[in-house]
Structures are given as structure tokens and as C-alpha cells.
């Protein structure tokens, strides 16, 4: 079913009928994304869901320029994506930050490579420290931080490059609980101060209800995305809330309904 | 948080067994912290005790076999002898000198080439299939099979015994070099490529500090082998060094000096490695936190 946004103007991101399949010699060929159509419009937050194996990372793959797909489009401000760069910024799940360096020097190695000139760089880079609540960590090593820190910084290098579209992998998946919940509130908040347009991969339907303003689902081998939902729920949310509990139980019957009608499809 | 309140925190969570005593962390104490390198000591000391009794009971020759206390007496006229006296007296600085030389210049050169050479082809996939069959099909040849070609083409002297050390220093530097290019972590590379750098710079800020670890294993067995291609050469076409010195008190049956010569190879070999690890411990300090904190 494909995504019913209206296309207006201002898209920031568009994927007309894309297509990826891997081809292997053992395998053969594994057609993981399908015909997918997808908008999304500038400072938009959109969760995209389903369950391992669907494709959402290499979905990602594709739009932050990692991977490139067999078929179809993929434009980042009406232009095709060719290859990876800092308008389209990645959130590692594992950080992946420069060991070698420092929290500071780790964002300013991003603004580096945009040659900004360095006195400019180290004011900026301190502002996204500040603004991802790590003012003080400036100068300390980054594997001497905690694994919430880490990611912290590595929103914060991302942001720094002022991108079109932050993508997200599961960016809290190595997180115990805890960590967890306050980089969701973090995220939100952070969200709103930049207006950063965020494309965010999970599989937690909790995750998805509490940050995101769109969800997306995916199942595998479905042609297109399978489903969307808008959630309007006023920010906090409260997850302990029945409201929340109801818009999960939906997200949760809308992806698990495709689930079912696949098995199907399978079994005749 | 001190011990006592720790001590109140026990308390208070687990009533029943305040009476018991609480284990405390006691401070490792000198004796503590030294007992390992004595502990190193043993071994070596029962070694140098058996050497000795072997010899006091004449299962060898003294000529063959002498004992520590001739050993070390050799070593002292090595090195602080009158050179006035003749034979080996005095002559050790001199004989380290002439293989420390040759050492470092011979490594210098393995070092420059092998990592000039090892990263383009780790980096670059046209450099490796152009660069990778051919060092793999020089890398099984033993050094000691090139003696008779570097006779021919550099004689006897200097320019043979650092070309052979620089030849054994250079496959482990371009292998590990390679390797650590080529490894350089794949999500720090795909960072670096999203972070918009390309070509050179990539290369210069993310690859090449990703892989140093693994350079710095290249470097330190390439000085092991440069100690021990030293020796050879030395051996087999030079007139001065350490390894002349051994092989010259062997022909004259000077064993105290031949054994004093294989501890003072061991010391070098010893203090080079010494050096590299210092260097790294240095330029690597990120590498070696990062797997200590992977370790927990
Ligand atoms: N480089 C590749 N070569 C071959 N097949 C691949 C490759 N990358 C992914 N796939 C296949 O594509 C499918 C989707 O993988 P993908 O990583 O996108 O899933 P995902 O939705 O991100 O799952 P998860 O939630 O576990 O991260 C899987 O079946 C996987 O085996
Ligand atoms: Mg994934």
C-alpha cells in the first residue's frame, strides 16, 4: 500500500517505486525492498517500524547513500542521492565514534572535512555539546564515556552538519532501559530546538509511539511500505497513559494484520 | 564513596549480616605490588643455579661449558676490559655500535618502505591486486637464502648486512600494514565518508589512525627478525658487530664469550622492543583503553 501523503512542495525526501534486491551466489536473488513510496516533509519526525529482517536498514542504507537501490528513486531535495555525505546524517547504533579523539574534537572532525575554519568549528562544536546536554564531557575521551554519552555525541557530530535528514538506526538499541528513556525525552526535545527533520528505525513499538509524529510499518517481502499512522498526541507523552496504550494496541494490529495476510498469501 | 559509608550502606540493606566482617579492598601493599617481578626472578634464578651445578659436576668440558661466574667475568672484560690487553677486551661499545648501526639504518629503510608500500595497497584495491601475489610470493623465501645474492650485488661489509635486515624487517611492517588498512573498522571508514571526506583526507583521518594497532604490530616483529638478521649477516660477510664477535670467539673456542655475546644479543633485542612498545603505548593510548574497557 503505498504511503497516501500528499505530494506537496515541500518535500524534503521522496522515494518513487524503489527497489533493492541482493543477488548471491547461494541464495540467489533476496528482493528485500519492494515498489516503495515514501515522503517525508521538512522537520518531520517519522518512525519507521517492523520486525528484523524487513528491510529498514537497508531502506536507510539507501537514503543516507551507503547503498545504492536497483531500481526506482531516491531524491533529497528533488536531486538523486549519489553516495554519503554530511547532508544526510547517520546515527550509528554502535556510535562509531573516533576513538582517538575527544567528545569536542570528534564533532569538530565533521566540520572539518565542510572546511569550516577552526576557531568557527570549536564554537560549534561546543554549542552542539551544550545543546545534547554534554557541555562538560567537552574534552574528555570519548571511550571513556558512558554508552549514553557516546550517543549523545555522535547526535550531536550528526546535527552539527546542519543535514537535511537525520537518519537514525535503532540509535538506542545498545542502551539499557533506563539510558533509554532519557534519550528519548532528549531526542524530542532536541528535535523540537533544531526543527531537524528525523528519520528514525526501530522495532519497538513503544519507541515509535513516544517520539514519532508519523510511523511508518514495513513487513518483509510486503510490496511497499505496509502501513502509516498518524499520531497526534500532545508531547510528553506518558507511556504509562491508557491513550498511549491505545495507539499502541493499533500500531501493533496495523503491522501484525500485514503479518497475518502474508503468512497467507505464503500458505496457498 | 568511602568504606564506611559503604559499610552503613551493607548495613542498612542487609540487617542479618552486619555482624559478619565486611571484606575490604586493603591497599596492595610494596611487597604486594613487587611480588610479580620477583616471581619473574625465579625461573631465571633456578635456571642460572642448574647451570651452574651442571658445570661444578663436570658433565661438560669447562672449555664447552663454563660456568655464570666465567660467563659474567667475559662479559665484564668485554666491556669494560683494557682494549690494550688485545682479544675481546673492551671492545663490546664498539661491537654494539657496529650492529646497532646497521640495525636501525636497515629497519629505518624496512619501515619507510613497508608502510609507504603497505597502505596504498590496503587502501587502494588496484594496489593490492597489483602489490599483494608479489609479496606473497617473495614473503616464503628465508632471508638466509638471499645471503649469496646480496654478496653479489652489495659485497662484504655495511650495504649487505643492512640490505639483509631491511629485506627480513620489511615483510612483517607491509603485511600488518596492509592488514590494517585494509581492516581499518568499516563503520569508522563509513563515518568518515559521511562526514564528506574523500580520497586523502579519508585516508589521513580515519584510516590511517585506524589501523596504526596493527602497524604497531608489523613494527614490533620487524625488530625482532632485524636482531636476528643482524646476526646472520654478520656472520656470513661481515668483520665487526656482535654477531662477528660470536662467531669469532667460537672458531677461537672462547664459549664464556660466545654465551656472553647471546646475552647481550637478548638485552638488545630486549630494550629495542622495549623502545616500540614505549611509542605505542604513546601514540596508541586510545587503542589501549578502548580494549580494556571492550574486556569488561
Ligand atoms: N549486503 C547484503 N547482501 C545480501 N543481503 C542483504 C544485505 N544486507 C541486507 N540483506 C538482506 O536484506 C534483508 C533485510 O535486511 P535489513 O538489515 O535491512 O533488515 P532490518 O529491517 O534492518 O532488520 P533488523 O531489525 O534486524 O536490523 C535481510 O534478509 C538481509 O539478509
Ligand atoms: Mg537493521
Same mark, same amino acid.
Given at each position: ?20 534486491? &541482493? ?186 509511539? &513516544? ?58 | ?296
Amino acid at each position: 500500500m503505498p504511503s497516501n501523503e500528499t505530494r506537496d512542495s515541500d518535500a524534503i525526501l521522496r522515494c518513487e517505486r524503489l527497489d533493492r534486491t &541482493f543477488v548471491s551466489r547461494d541464495a540467489g536473488e533476496n528482493r528485500v525492498l519492494q515498489d516503495i513510496n515514501f515522503e517525508m516533509r521538512k522537520g518531520e519526525f517519522v518512525v519507521l517500524i517492523g520486525p528484523s529482517g524487513c528491510g529498514k536498514s537497508t531502506l536507510l542504507n539507501i537514503i543516507a547513500g551507503f547503498d545504492r537501490q536497483t531500481a526506482g528513486l531516491a531524491l533529497i531535495d528533488g536531486r538523486p542521492i549519489a553516495g554519503p555525505g554530511p547532508d544526510k546524517a547517520m546515527v550509528f547504533q554502535d556510535y562509531a565514534l573516533l576513538p582517538w579523539l575527544n567528545a569536542r574534537e570528534n564533532i569538530e572532525i565533521g566540520l572539518k572535512m565542510q572546511r569550516m575554519p577552526a576557531a568557527q568549528r570549536t564554537e560549534t562544536a561546543l554549542r552542539f555539546l551544550e545543546l545534547v546536554g554534554l557541555a562538560e564531557a567537552a574534552e574528555r575521551p570519548v571511550y571513556k564515556l558512558s554508552g549514553g554519552m557516546q550517543q549523545r555525541v555522535s547526535i550531536a557530530r550528526a546535527l552539527a552538519l546542519e543535514p537535511k535528514v537525520l537518519l537514525m538506526d535503532e540509535p538506542f538499541g545498545a542502551l539499557d532501559a533506563f539510558q533509554r528513556a532519557i534519550m528519548h525525552k532528549e531526542l524530542v526535545r532536541i528535535w523540537r530546538a533544531t526543527q531537524a527533520t528525523i528519520i528514525f528505525v526501530t522495532h519497538s513499538l513503544e519507541e515509535a509511539v &513516544f517520539l514519532g509524529e508519523r510511523v511508518v510499518a514495513m513487513t518483509p517481502r510486503a510490496v511497499g511500505l505496509t502501513g502509516e499512522l498518524r499520531i497526534d498526541m500532545p508531547r510528553p507523552r506518558d507511556p504509562l497513559s491508557p491513550e498511549f496504550a491505545a495507539v499502541k494496541r493499533r500500531l501493533f494490529e496495523m503491522i501484525t494484520s500485514h503479518l497475518t495476510e502474508e503468512v497467507a498469501v505464503f500458505a496457498e | 564513596m568511602s568504606m564506611k559509608s559503604a559499610d552503613a550502606a551493607l548495613r542498612a540493606t542487609a540487617p542479618a549480616r552486619a555482624a559478619a566482617p565486611v571484606r575490604t579492598l586493603a591497599r596492595p601493599s610494596l611487597l604486594a605490588s613487587l611480588a610479580p617481578a620477583l616471581l619473574g626472578l625465579v625461573v631465571p634464578g633456578a635456571f642460572l643455579v642448574l647451570w651452574w651445578g651442571v658445570v661444578a659436576a663436570g658433565v661438560f668440558p669447562p672449555s664447552v661449558l663454563p660456568s655464570p661466574f666465567t660467563v659474567a667475568a667475559a662479559a665484564f672484560d668485554w666491556a669494560f676490559g683494557d682494549p690494550q690487553n688485545g682479544g675481546y677486551s673492551g671492545t663490546l661499545a664498539q661491537a654494539i655500535w657496529a650492529s646497532g648501526q646497521r640495525v636501525l639504518l636497515g629497519y629505518a629503510i624496512a619501515m619507510v618502505l613497508g608502510v609507504a608500500i603497505g597502505v596504498p595497497t590496503g587502501a587502494s584495491r588496484l594496489m593490492g591486486h597489483l602489490v599483494d601475489p608479489f609479496i606473497h610470493l617473495l614473503r616464503p623465501i628465508p632471508v638466509t637464502a638471499w645471503v649469496p645474492l646480496s654478496l653479489v650485488f652489495f659485497g662484504f661489509g655495511f650495504k649487505g648486512a643492512v640490505f639483509l635486515v631491511a629485506l627480513g624487517s620489511f615483510f612483517p611492517i607491509v603485511v600488518n600494514t596492509i592488514e590494517g588498512v585494509r581492516g581499518a573498522n568499516r563503520s569508522l571508514v563509513k563515518v568518515g565518508r559521511m562526514l564528506g571526506a574523500r580520497g586523502w583526507r579519508l585516508l589521513w583521518y580515519f584510516i590511517l589512525p585506524a589501523s596504526l594497532p596493527s602497524v604497531f604490530v608489523g613494527l614490533r616483529l620487524g625488530m625482532g627478525i632485524s636482531w636476528e638478521l643482524i646476526i646472520v649477516a654478520e656472520m656470513m660477510s661481515v668483520k665487526s658487530g656482535i654477531g662477528y664477535t660470536l662467531l669469532d670467539a667460537y672458531s677461537f673456542g672462547r664459549f664464556d664469550v660466545v654465551i656472553a655475546a647471546m646475552i647481550v644479543l637478548g638485552v638488545m633485542g630486549f630494550l629495542s622492543d622495549r623502545v616500540i612498545v614505549a611509542v605505542q603505548s604513546v601514540a596508541l593510548r586510545w587503542h589501549r583503553e578502548v580494549s580494556i574497557h571492550a574486556e569488561q
